[in-house]
Nanobody, 120 residues
Framework: QVQLVESGGGLVQDGGSLRLSCAAS????????MGWFRQTPGKGRSFVGA????????HYTDSVKGRFTISRDNAKNTVYLQMNSLKSEDTAVYYC?????????????WGQGTQVTVSS
C-alpha cells in the first residue's frame, strides 16, 4: 500500500520561501514519478511539477518555473518541493502524488495535502 505524507506547509510572507516534503512508503519507487499539485477553493487540482524517480528529470508548469524546484532523496524515500519567491497566487493546498512510469499522465496515489498560505 503506497502512502504519501506531505509536510512543511504554513504561512509565509510574499517573497518568502517554504520547502514541502513528501514522505513515501509502501514500496520502492524506482520506476515511478512523483508529482506536486495544488488546489484552491472552487478550483480543480492543477499540476505544479514532477520528477522522474530514476532519472531525476523534472518539469514544471510555467507559472513556477525558476521559482520552484523538485528534488528527491532516495535514502529517505522523500520528495521535496522547494518554493522560493512565493506570491499570493501560490496560496493553495499542495498535494504530493505518485504514478508508475513517466511524469505525464494520471497519478494513482495521493497524499492528504498541506496548506500553503502566502500573505501580501
Amino acid at each position: 500500500q503506497v502512502q504519501l505524507v506531505e509536510s512543511g506547509g504554513g504561512l509565509v510572507q510574499d517573497g518568502g520561501s517554504l520547502r514541502l516534503s513528501c514522505a513515501a512508503s509502501g514500496r520502492t519507487f524506482s520506476g515511478f514519478s512523483m508529482g506536486w499539485f495544488r488546489q484552491t477553493p472552487g478550483k480543480g487540482r492543477s499540476f505544479v511539477g514532477a520528477i522522474n524517480w530514476n532519472t531525476r528529470s523534472t518539469h514544471y508548469t510555467d507559472s513556477v518555473k525558476g521559482r520552484f524546484t523538485i528534488s528527491r532523496d532516495n535514502a529517505k524515500n522523500t520528495v521535496y518541493l522547494q518554493m522560493n519567491s512565493l506570491k499570493s497566487e501560490d496560496t493553495a493546498v499542495y498535494y504530493c502524488a505518485a504514478k508508475r512510469g513517466g511524469t505525464m499522465g494520471l497519478y494513482d496515489y495521493w497524499g492528504q495535502g498541506t496548506q500553503v498560505t502566502v500573505s501580501s
